[in-house]
């Protein structure tokens, strides 16, 4: 009697084990699960959030059809819908900022678009400087950004000599010295044309010399 008695309490024992076992296991996989959903929810709203505001970025601006395109993540399609008819046009103004990095400093300049600018839409800008950061693009103004690394204080001045395009040498030491005269006259230019180069025209590299000089002697 007393055998089968310890037997019973032996069995209601493990009964009761695999009852708590059971109930543990059930309570830690519910909770596990809960939190997991909740994760997701927040991730998913994160992700909303995230998505909601890269739509904002590039939408900001257009009521004068303006696109920025600073910390602006997987808009194309929309970009390209937006900038569609925005193109240069003669009353648009171009705004050049050098950005000197080690001294932190800007510079900006503001001038008229050159006739070969004429029509082009933020992609041809975009090809035709890519060594530049297209800050923002509207018909009404276009803003560029060149980084340099440390400020030159060498320059070009693109100007006239005679009745033919010149360009002057520049530096703060020795001043202004004439590096080249061109064999375009400046009479085949357009008059606004002519009053940049009479005006002068700063050109910061070689390289952005040749490209202007190519331009006017197409």
């Given amino acids: ?3 089968r008695k310890i037997l019973y ?3 209601s024992v493990c009964i009761l084990s695999g009852v708590l076992c059971f109930g543990t296991a059930f309570y830690v996989y519910r909770n596990s699960s809960i939190n997991n959903d909740v994760q997701n929810n ?3 709203s994160v992700y909303q959030s995230e998505n909601q505001e890269q739509i904002e970025e590039v939408t900001e601006n257009t009521d004068d059809n303006t696109v920025k395109t ?3 993540d997987n808009t194309e399609d929309h970009l390209q819908m937006v900038i569609a008819d925005n193109t240069i046009t003669e009353s ?3 705004v050049y900022q050098y950005y000197y990095k080690n001294e ?3 510079e900006e300049s503001e001038e008229v678009p050159p006739y070969f600018l004429l029509g082009f839409d933020f992609n041809d800008m975009l090809e035709y400087y890519p060594d530049w950061q297209i800050v923002s693009f509207s018909s009404k103004e276009v803003v560029m950004r060149k980084i340099v690394e440390e400020k030159n204080e060498e320059s070009f001045i693109v100007t006239q000599k005679d009745g033919y395009i010149a360009v002057y040498y520049e530096d703060k030491d020795e001043g202004r010295t ?4 061109t064999e375009t006259p400046i009479s085949t230019l357009t008059h606004e044309e002519q009053v940049r180069i009479n005006d002068g025209i700063i050109v910061k590299s070689e390289y952005e010399l040749a490209k202007i000089l190519a331009e006017y002697n197409s």
């Fill in 1 to 3: 009697m007393a055998e």
């Fill in 9 to 11: 309490i032996i069995a």
């Fill in 42 to 44: 927040k991730a998913e």
């Fill in 70 to 72: 600073e910390n602006v």
């Fill in 92 to 94: 648009t103004k171009m």
């Fill in 104 to 106: 932190g400093v800007m």
């Fill in 178 to 181: 004439l590096y080249e005269i």
